[in-house]
């Protein structure tokens, strides 16, 4: 019976589609048009190199012959090396990089599969790169060090807490030693230069295709906008509706949107919600961290209820932090 409920489900979902591109064929390609720029003009230049230095580090094996910059983290988290320069590099360099380093680790065997579910957790992030020249200039941010302090210190508490849990309580130096003797050799420099950059090829246009893609589904929203609209059951309460969708679909999209309410930008709601929905990133996010971590065998719905319970504690700290700022 479930199944051929999600098959209905999904007949539905491609016909209205369908419906939509013939019908609304030019809103299409004005949302496609949108992803495409923000995917070219920003996520390629601050995430594509990373991805590539990232890529060849962990597979020449250079990432282990830098254990004393991530010794804080070691110790803090009491995690092993790799680990710590899993958290370094998926908060420093951003989304999706925690996901595709925590995939090479797991592939060139530096870490367990269970690490790979703990580092997941947290470190999946927006990064630093994408929130100085993208967010907060699309909204003239003016308390920027407060909040990067509490946008990436949230995750990290949560990882130190997570780290207390039963079933993450064993994940040091001892777990790691299982896997030392299974590590294959590491490769020449060459082909770990070719495999980052043939692996990150695929990866950024992986991530440009749903940013395109769903922010083609940001017509879902505005749709059903228009329908209560005509209803006549929209109001000024509701005008949140359509930029919090947009943004639950795909987050570049939904922060444009955001940006008409510029006004309102550090009213407690406003602040607490766009930052909230950054954290948890959208489908097309949840998407592409599933699509990186097909064959690594982690939980997609762990990760989601972790970035979910992230996003509300981000949503309520802000919120108090918003009405101090007033």
């Not at 939980?299 to 009405?323: E, G």
Request: glycine residues 8%; positive net charge; proline residues 4%.
């Amino acid at each position: 019976m479930k199944n051929k409920m999600k098959k209905a489900a999904v007949i539905l979902f491609l016909f209205t589609s369908f419906i939509f591109l013939i019908a609304q064929s030019s809103l299409c390609i004005r949302y496609a048009s949108q992803g495409l720029l923000i995917w070219f003009e920003k996520m390629i230049p601050t995430l594509f190199p990373f991805m590539v230095l990232s890529g060849f580090m962990v597979r020449s094996g250079l990432s282990a012959k830098l254990t004393f910059i991530f010794f804080p983290l070691t110790l803090l988290y009491r995690i092993t090396p790799a680990m710590s320069y899993g958290i370094f590099m998926g908060f420093f360099c951003g989304f999706p990089m925690g996901a595709k380093v925590i995939s090479d680790l797991l592939e060139t065997r530096q870490i367990t599969k269970k690490q790979g579910e703990y580092l997941l957790a947290f470190t999946n992030n927006i990064g630093p790169a994408y929130l100085l020249g993208y967010v907060f200039l699309l909204f003239n941010e003016k308390y920027i060090a407060i909040t990067c302090l509490l946008f990436y210190g949230i995750p990290l508490i949560y990882g130190l807490f997570l780290r207390l849990h039963p079933f993450y309580r064993q994940l040091g130096h001892k777990e790691a030693k299982l896997i030392v003797n299974q590590r294959k050799e590491f490769p020449p420099l060459a082909h770990c230069i070719y495999e980052a950059i043939l692996g990150s090829l695929q990866q950024i246009n992986l991530l440009g295709g749903c940013m395109i893609l769903f922010n083609c589904l940001q017509i879902y929203p505005q749709t059903m906008i228009k329908l209560l609209t005509t209803l006549g059951v929209f109001t000024p309460a509701l005008s949140l509706l359509s930029p919090v969708l947009s943004s639950l679909t795909e987050i570049g999209g939904g922060l444009l949107q955001f940006s008409q309410y510029n006004d309102s930008y550090h009213s407690p709601l406003f602040f607490s919600l766009i930052y909230s929905l950054l954290t948890f990133g959208g489908l097309s996010c949840l998407c592409q961290t599933w699509f990186i971590l097909e064959k690594t065998g982690l939980s997609i719905k762990s990760y989601f209820f972790h970035k979910l319970n992230q996003s509300i504690l981000i949503f309520f700290v802000l919120s108090q932090v918003a009405k101090m700022l007033q």
